[in-house]
């Protein structure tokens, strides 16, 4: 087995089919708890923190579609990876 069909076979199916979800739920869920504390309680502390919380959900969700944007780009243009359903 080469290292393309090892990554290509086992690590990117286990990366992409179990890790990179809960973070993507993991990071919707921190902004959404941001937004609910940031709307839904009262004072002024309540809505910093919920304004905090929703903005580094935001960013988490902008740095995965990102980076995982620049691994598929890697796998496909340098382990010649065939990318699912033509992305």
Same mark, same amino acid.
């Given at each position: 087995?080469?290292?393309?069909?090892?990554?290509?076979?086992?690590?990117?199916? /286990?990366? $992409?089919?179990?890790? /990179?979800?809960?973070?993507? #739920?993991?990071?919707?869920?921190?902004?959404?708890?941001?937004?609910?504390?940031?709307?839904?309680?009262?004072?002024?502390?309540?809505?910093?923190?919920?304004?905090?919380? #929703? /903005?580094?959900?935001?960013?988490?969700?902008?740095?995965?579609?990102?980076?995982?944007?620049?691994?598929?780009?890697?796998?496909?243009?340098?382990? $010649?990876? #065939?990318?699912?359903?033509?992305?």
């Amino acid at each position: 087995m080469s290292f393309a069909e090892l990554v290509g076979n086992v690590i990117v199916p /286990i990366v $992409d089919g179990a890790i /990179i979800p809960l973070l993507y #739920a993991l990071s919707f869920i921190f902004f959404l708890y941001g937004v609910v504390k940031y709307f839904f309680l009262a004072g002024e502390e309540a809505k910093n923190e919920g304004k905090t919380y #929703a /903005i580094f959900g935001l960013v988490g969700l902008v740095v995965l579609f990102s980076v995982w944007g620049f691994v598929r780009l890697i796998l496909h243009s340098f382990l $010649d990876y #065939a990318l699912p359903f033509g992305l």
